[in-house]
């Protein structure tokens, strides 16, 4: 099977700092890769999928990569309302796993 | 406006049987592959199972493999789980989600509210 491996599992920034968050799959998974944002106390999100495409609504400071079986996520700018655990997902075959979530803070 | 709608909380002892229930609208329910997640208390999201309803053509994660049921009826578009015999180990949050795209290598883009699941003696 696949693994996901995300990181890091937490981090703090200030608003308006950019933050990256890192997703490695452990075989190629070509570019089926999710990005889904979970807001405290409320339901996952999909921001991003096809490694960099945004998902309806989402906002630009959102943005998606790949690099073989490494995928990024950035935020460019941080804001308060984005505070969270966001997750990655690989989506090419089942089993269909997420990563272990990284959990943003602001400083 | 395309949505999941679950059933409501659900409060069971060890052992017993359940059936939580997702109902789709706004899509065509029978050509998009739909699904469950798992979110056990502070804990990640975990893929549980998928069925395409169109054929019932089903895939499980193979730790849930045996230990849960999902099933689908397409004449009234819902999207079941279902436990034959719960463990306290089975309390969580189980969210439906629909697959974007016609075919089972899609993000999850729609997901329904949660149904959370309690079991406890």
């Known amino acids: 099977d696949i693994q996901m491996t995300q990181s890091p599992s937490s981090l703090s920034a200030s608003v308006g700092d950019r933050v990256t968050i890192t997703c490695r799959a452990s075989q190629a998974i070509k570019n089926y890769l999710a990005w889904y944002q979970q807001k405290p106390g409320k339901v996952p999100k999909l921001l991003i999928y096809?490694?960099?495409t945004l998902h309806s609504g989402v906002p630009s400071r959102f943005s998606g990569s790949e690099s073989g079986t490494d995928f990024t996520l950035t935020i460019n700018s941080l804001q308060p309302e984005d505070v969270g655990t966001y997750y990655c997902?690989?989506?090419?075959?089942?089993?269909?796993?997420f990563g272990q979530g990284t959990k943003v803070e602001i400083k | 406006e395309v949505q999941l709608v679950q059933s409501g909380a659900e409060v069971k002892k060890p052992g017993e049987s359940l059936k939580i229930s997702c109902k789709g609208s706004g899509y065509s329910f029978t050509t998009y592959w739909i699904g469950w997640v798992r979110q056990m208390p502070g804990r990640g999201l975990e893929w549980v199972a998928i069925?395409?309803?169109?054929?019932?053509?089903?895939r499980y994660s193979l730790p849930f493999q045996g230990q849960v049921t999902i099933s689908a009826d397409k004449s009234i578009t819902t999207a079941y789980l279902q436990w034959s015999s719960l463990k306290a180990s089975d309390t969580a949050m189980y969210y439906c989600?629909?697959?974007?795209?016609?075919?089972?290598?899609?993000?999850?883009?729609?997901w329904g509210q949660g149904t959370m699941v309690i079991v406890s003696s």
């Open positions: 069925i395409y309803p169109g054929d019932s053509d089903t």
């Open positions: 989600v629909k697959v974007d795209y016609g075919a089972i290598s899609g993000a999850f883009d729609v």
């Open positions: 997902q690989n989506y090419n075959n089942v089993p269909l796993a």
């Open positions: 096809a490694a960099s």
